[in-house]
T-cell receptor
Framework: DAKTTQPPSMDCAEGRAANLPCNHS???????VYWYRQIHSQGPQYIIH?????ETNEMASLIITEDRKSSTLILPHATLRDTAVYYC????????????WGLGTSLAVNP | GAVVSQHPSRVICKSGTSVKIECRSL??????MFWYRQFPKKSLMLMAT?????????EQGVEKDKFLINHASLTLSTLTVTSAHPEDSSFYIC???????????FGPGTRLTVT
C-alpha cells in the first residue's frame, strides 16, 4: 500500500475551514484514500473516503487532485470538538487489506 | 455509522496475570476484526487480523501465544493478554468490518496498565 505524507501539526480558528493536506504520490490506480481521526484517548473515527472523485458527507469534504497524488480533507466550519489527530491512509479494496497508520496531523482548533 | 464497543474501557492488573478484552459489533455482522495497540504519542500498530471462525493472522513480531485472539461469532472477538508484564501496558483498540462495508469501524479502546 502506498505511503502518505502529512504535516505533523496544524492550527485552525474555531468557525473557520480547516484544510488538511495529504501527499500520496505513489498511489496505485486501485487504491482508495481514507481519512480517519482520533480524539485523545479514543478509538479512531471514520470520516470519509474516495477513489477519484471529490466526496462530501455530513462531516467533511475530500478533494482529490486529478493525478491522485494528493488530497485535502476540508472541515468546513471547525469546532473545538474537531481537535484531534487526522490520519490520511491509502488502501486497496479487499476485505483483508490493512490500514497502515502514519503519525497523522494533529489539528488544534482554537477559540 | 456502525457501532463497535469494547469492554472494559480501563483495566489494571498485576504482572503475571491474564486479561481479556472484548470487542463487539453492535449493529452489523463483522466478518473481519482487527486488533491494534497504541503507545503514547505513537500511531496505531496492527497486531492481528481475524476472520470469523478461523485463526487470526498475526503481524510480524506479535507473539500469538501471548496475545490470544478468538473470533467465534460475527459480533464478538476477544483479545487475551496472557501473563501480562508492565511493557504490555498500552491502549488496545479493536475494529470491525462487514463484507459489504468499505470502512472499518473502531471501538473506543481499552487502556491496560500492568503493575
Amino acid at each position: 500500500d502506498a505511503k502518505t505524507t502529512q504535516p505533523p501539526s496544524m492550527d485552525c480558528a474555531e468557525g473557520r475551514a480547516a484544510n488538511l493536506p495529504c501527499n500520496h504520490s505513489t498511489i496505485s490506480g486501485n487504491e482508495y484514500v481514507y481519512w480517519y481521526r482520533q480524539i485523545h484517548s479514543q478509538g479512531p473515527q471514520y470520516i470519509i473516503h474516495g477513489l477519484k472523485n471529490n466526496e462530501t458527507n455530513e462531516m467533511a469534504s475530500l478533494i482529490i487532485t486529478e493525478d491522485r497524488k494528493s488530497s485535502t480533507l476540508i472541515l468546513p466550519h471547525a469546532t473545538l470538538r474537531d481537535t484531534a489527530v487526522y490520519y490520511c491512509i491509502v488502501r486497496a479494496a479487499g476485505n483483508n487489506r490493512k490500514l497502515i497508520w502514519g503519525l497523522g496531523t494533529s489539528l488544534a482548533v482554537n477559540p | 455509522g456502525a457501532v463497535v464497543s469494547q469492554h472494559p474501557s480501563r483495566v489494571i492488573c498485576k504482572s503475571g496475570t491474564s486479561v481479556k478484552i472484548e470487542c463487539r459489533s453492535l449493529d452489523f455482522q463483522a466478518t473481519t476484526m482487527f486488533w491494534y495497540r497504541q503507545f503514547p504519542k505513537k500511531s496505531l500498530m496492527l497486531m492481528a487480523t481475524s476472520n470469523e471462525g478461523s485463526k487470526a493472522t498475526y503481524e510480524q513480531g506479535v507473539e500469538k501465544d501471548k496475545f490470544l485472539i478468538n473470533h467465534a461469532s460475527l459480533t464478538l472477538s476477544t483479545l487475551t493478554v496472557t501473563s501480562a508484564h508492565p511493557e504490555d501496558s498500552s491502549f488496545y483498540i479493536c475494529s470491525a468490518r462487514a463484507l459489504e462495508l468499505y470502512e472499518q469501524y473502531f471501538g473506543p479502546g481499552t487502556r491496560l496498565t500492568v503493575t
